[in-house]
């Protein structure tokens, strides 16, 4: 086995990933954990952030116990593209030598981190629910595996940064609080990569389209919508109550909803202020992506179903009865 390197002098990072000048809900999330894990090492926590309004997103992460925020706003990086984020990542690494990495595995984090990885040479575990640092003061990551069936513990003994991506909603925000942080702004980078896109309108979410891991309230359905039908019917009641639209893995694998909507072990994991379940039996595999939702309302024309016994309110009947009946009490 290759001997340990020494702790990277750049301490534990936090991918700071933003739009428009506000981080992404992920990153408070990391940072908290990212802060436990810098303790631990007695290593500083730095977040680096990329793009248009990079140093606005910059200062709201030294609102929360980080140490260092360095915005890079080269303008070939404005808009997210995997290349020039990979490459700008690993060459502050390179210079920095931070001795871990992490960022939320969103669509952005799982698509260019991997990249940053290879161009530093080093491992990266993807889709992490549990990090801790070992006796032997390596990152213990822990992530789902062979379809959610195995909880794997992964070690990177030999490279440096240690990577990952974690799962939005997975680590409690960081309280607010700044303990003196500075802010340094990356000077930019020599020789950037050739941009290959380019933005030509900014279309903000619908309601029921909304970023399902940052809702704070979901309308979800599962097989008992029964179909599509039953789908358009959820979609138009998460459009009215602002809510974004999720499903189980049934309904998902029937295609009645995508599969970026699905909740659960090998879907995502949500903590909305409240979770609406219908026709979702309420198996294990989806609890765990939805148990800690601060108060659930299942409907379920099963007394018996295991949905029942996390929900704070629960109504046995048919749902393609309480769905429609809700869109008229809410004035469609
Ligand atoms: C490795 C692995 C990983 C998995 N990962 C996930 C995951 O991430 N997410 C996930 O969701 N599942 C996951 N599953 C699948 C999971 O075990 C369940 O099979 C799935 O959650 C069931 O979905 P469901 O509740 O919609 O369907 P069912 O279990 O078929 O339940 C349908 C429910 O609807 C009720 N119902 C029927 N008609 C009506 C009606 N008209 N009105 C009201 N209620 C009605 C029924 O009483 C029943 O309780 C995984 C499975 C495995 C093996």
Not at 41 to 59: D, I, Q, S, Y
Not at 282 to 299: E, K, P, T, Y
Not at 306 to 328: H, K, N
Request: with cysteine; glycine share 14%.
């Amino acid at each position: 086995m290759r001997e340990a390197p020494a702790a990277g002098p750049g301490g534990v990072w936090v991918f700071g990933e933003q739009e428009e000048g506000r981080l992404h809900p992920v990153v408070p999330e990391l940072i908290g954990k990212g802060r436990e894990l810098a303790d631990r090492l007695g290593l500083p926590l730095a977040v680096p952030v990329f793009g248009r309004g990079a140093e606005a997103a910059a200062r709201e992460a030294l609102a929360h116990p980080v140490d260092l925020a360095i915005p890079a706003e080269d303008p070939e990086l404005w808009i997210y593209s995997p290349e020039p984020y990979a490459a700008r990542l690993a060459g502050l690494a390179g210079e920095r030598r931070p001795e871990i990495i992490l960022a939320g595995a969103t669509a952005i984090g799982r698509e260019f981190l991997p990249r940053a990885a290879v161009l530093l040479k080093t491992g990266l575990t993807a889709d992490c629910v549990g990090l801790e640092i070992s006796p032997d003061r390596l990152l213990r990551q822990t992530c789902l595996s062979f379809g959610g069936n195995v909880m794997a513990a992964i070690v990177c003994p030999g490279r440096r940064p240690q990577m990952a991506t974690v799962r939005p909603r997975v680590f409690r925000p960081a309280e607010k609080g700044g303990r003196g942080g500075r802010l340094e702004t990356a000077p930019p980078a020599a020789g950037p990569p050739a941009v290959r896109k380019r933005r030509l309108e900014w279309l903000p979410e619908t309601a029921g389209g909304a970023d399902l891991a940052g809702a704070d309230l979901v309308v979800a359905g599962g097989r008992g919508m029964g179909g599509p039908k039953g789908f358009a019917l959820l979609e138009r009641l998460a459009r009215r109550l602002g809510g974004a639209l999720a499903a189980s893995r049934a309904a998902v694998d029937a295609g009645w909803a995508p599969p970026d909507r699905q909740v659960g072990q090998t879907g995502i994991t949500v903590r909305p202020k409240l979770y609406l379940a219908f026709g979702i039996s309420g198996a294990a595999h989806h609890l765990a992506g939805m148990a800690d939702s601060d108060r659930i309302l299942a409907v379920n024309r099963d007394p018996g179903a295991p949905i029942f016994s996390v929900a704070a309110w629960g109504l046995a009947a048919d749902a393609l009865e309480v769905v429609p009946a809700l869109l008229r009490e809410l004035g469609e």
